[in-house]
């Protein structure tokens, strides 16, 4: 729903509706996490939190920025204090255009003069209006509104004037006569007694809004027995805030120090949530280019590695000591070293031994009896956007993991075409067939998976190299799959990565192929660490 219509219908409901002052983007934020259903632009706060009075020294043109701000900011609408439209008719019409064309969904005026000064200073020695002229004001404002939902609200300020409760009736009629959609009644008296006499006589004519600042005391059911439309809160929060940075000003001033204020100030995680910060983080993901966003790595190190014997007898594999340093070092220092800084790692066997610093772990508890999908679904949530996963026994080379954050495509895998090597030596082996065998031709086409299950030797295009990639398009996929296997533990529990990625040739997905030759190690003896040493 607009926010015009959103007002109008608050304001002409039989419930009571209630508006919460705001003076900034930021307050209005909070206005409207506070649940409030509207907010109230006070002039008063807007001119103090610009420091300075609330005698039209903000031109009209600052206000608007100011609203602007709020409207953009918040969803819910906003009614501007417009204090006397500042000027004639003519500055009216053209402040109503521009509040239209700034999300503002109404607007209140007073029947002062500008320059006005604020209701509750010298209230009654401020001239108003003749009925005449604010008439024609508000005429004017209704005829250039061009969404017939904008609200103009008439505020009468009889009461404040000392003029007495006839002319403050005489008043409202005569704007009600003029078009406004609503009747502000105003009362600088410590009780509601104005503001009741006039709710009877008015008896319904047109909505009533009031601003019960002084008269504070008043429990707000009389406001809604009493049939008042709008109740508005008219500068608290710009008041609170006075209160809180005194506060902190002062504790930070007395001590030197934050200690403090720390636990007492919003966090600056608050500060980034009311800021929006997460909608820009999804942005950047969608539009930013490759360079600019970041790529994350799940390694999977759960598994113990028995093939390791004595050296993995109280930590798992990715913790042997390769060169001086944990094979997880050197496999998380490489993932550094090509940009990808965001890491994962999922724990299983020891796993209190896997304690390198800046991973993000996530741990699969059941690892004696399941296997790498179950390992990987631990961390779902962290199949999120660009990811890479690897294997915590897979030393790859810099280069290769450059390559496959530079790539876009949704699901790519690393297969070595030199696997005859690795053949020969007889060890376990994640062969593939692919679109086609590696060749000068494969260098310019694209290459995609088949199987990874080849029915003969003959269809062995190589060795994939336990690396994947997942484009955030890529991972959502991924993530919806290990969520739904999530109803199959049976199946789950068995799957292995290969699994994972024929599942998703099945389905469909074209799982791009990167050839190269060598330049990985699949640590899988005392031979292989050894190598490592030297890799
Ligand atoms: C404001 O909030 O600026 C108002 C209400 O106009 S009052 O301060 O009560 O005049
Ligand atoms: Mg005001």
């Known amino acids: 729903m607009k926010k015009t219509t959103q007002l109008k219908h608050m304001i002409n409901r039989p419930e009571l509706a209630f508006l919460m002052e705001a003076h900034n983007g930021l307050s209005a934020k909070v206005a409207e996490e506070a649940g409030f259903e509207g907010i109230w632009g006070s002039g008063l ?15 009209w043109t600052q206000v608007l920025e100011v609203a602007e701000f709020m409207a953009d900011a918040t969803t819910v609408p906003i009614l501007l204090d417009g204090d006397t439209g500042y000027g004639d008719f003519n500055s009216m019409r053209r402040l109503i255009r521009k509040l239209e064309q700034r999300g503002v969904a109404g607007v209140c005026i007073e029947d002062k003069i500008f320059p006005k000064t604020n209701s509750f200073i010298r209230g009654s020695a401020q001239p108003l209006a003749t009925i005449e002229e604010f008439s024609g004001k508000i005429k004017a404002g209704k005829d250039a509104q061009s969404d017939s939902d904008f609200v103009i609200v008439a505020r009468v300020e009889a009461f404040i004037a000392g003029w007495g409760f006839e002319e403050a009736m005489k008043r409202a009629e005569a704007y009600r006569l003029a078009g406004a959609d609503a009747i502000l009644m105003h009362s600088a008296l410590r009780n509601p007694t104005e503001i009741l006499q006039f709710m009877k006589a008015w008896a319904g004519r047109l909505p009533v809004v009031i601003v019960p600042t002084k008269y504070y005391q008043t429990p707000t059911d ?3 027995e009493a049939g008042v439309s709008t109740v508005i809160w008219a500068n608290h929060l710009m008041r609170s805030a006075i209160t809180a940075m005194k506060g902190t000003a002062a504790q930070i001033f007395k001590d030197q120090a934050l200690l403090n204020v720390e636990d007492k100030v919003a966090t600056l995680q608050e500060v980034f949530h009311l800021q929006g910060e997460s909608e820009l983080e999804e942005a950047e993901k969608r539009y930013l280019p490759k360079h600019g966003r970041q790529t994350r790595a799940i390694v999977l190190a759960a598994s113990q590695g028995e093939a390791l014997g004595e050296l993995t007898a109280d930590r798992p594999k990715a913790m042997v000591n390769v ?20 890491l994962a790692v999922v724990r299983g066997y020891k796993k209190a031994a896997v304690n390198l610093t800046n991973v993000k772990y996530f741990d699969n508890d059941a690892y004696a009896t399941t296997q790498e999908v179950a390992s990987l679904a631990c961390a779902v949530e962290a199949v999120e956007g660009d990811v890479i996963v690897s294997y915590g026994d897979v030393l790859l080379k810099k280069y290769i993991v450059q390559e496959l954050v530079e790539t876009d495509d949704d699901f790519v895998v690393m297969v070595d075409s030199n696997y005859h090597e690795s053949r020969n030596k007889g060890r376990a082996a994640d062969y593939v067939t692919c679109s086609e065998p590696s060749s000068k031709r494969a260098f310019y086409n694209t290459v995609t998976l088949k199987s990874v299950r080849p029915e003969s030797d003959a269809d062995v295009h190589g060795e994939w190299m336990g690396v994947v990639k997942f484009s955030q398009r890529g991972a959502k996929v991924v993530a919806d799959k290990l969520r739904g296997l999530a109803t199959e533990p049976e199946r789950l529990r068995t799957m292995k990565l290969p699994d994972l990625l024929q599942l998703l040739v099945q389905g469909g997905h074209a799982v791009r192929v990167i050839y190269t030759s060598g330049h990985w190690l699949d640590v899988d003896s005392v031979d292989d660490v050894l190598v490592g040493a030297q890799f």
Do not use: C, M, Q
């Not at 939190?49 to 020294?57: I, P, Q, S, Y």
């Not at 060169?323 to 965001?342: F, M």
């Open 45 to 59: 706060s807007i001119s103090a939190a610009l420091g300075v009075r609330d005698h039209n020294e903000a031109s």
């Open 222 to 224: 009389v406001f809604r």
């Open 323 to 342: 060169g001086g340093k944990a094979l997880l070092w050197h496999i998380l220092d490489t993932y550094r070293a090509a940009g990808v800084k965001d």
